[in-house]
């Protein structure tokens, strides 16, 4: 899903509880500035936990050997910051009821 897609949803979610209230422009506007949100809250070193969805967090990834492709020789990678995300236990579920349900009607088309 693309950010467009993703806004195409919101905007037709939005029309279908509120009545079209919200052009496509608006809502574009609401996503980038939730995104917008979620970067800066993230480059400040800060969580976000949104319940019901999930949590993002900074993670710190530990200095490593890694080798050169082209030579083979060791090469050190330094320590960095990463986002990383972790799905709430509803979202999880979820997602692997969706996945069962997607099984079973595969196993049963011939």
Known sequence: MTKA???EKVTAAIARTAGPMISKKDCARVVDAFLEAIKDSLSDQSNIEIRGFGTFK???RKTRM???PRTGDPVEVAARPVPVFKPSKELRSLVA??????E???QRQP
């Open 5 to 7: 897609d993703l806004v």
């Open 58 to 60: 900074i993670r710190l």
């Open 66 to 68: 890694a080798r050169n």
């Open 97 to 102: 009821q969706q996945a069962e349900e997607r």
């Open 104 to 106: 079973g009607v595969t």
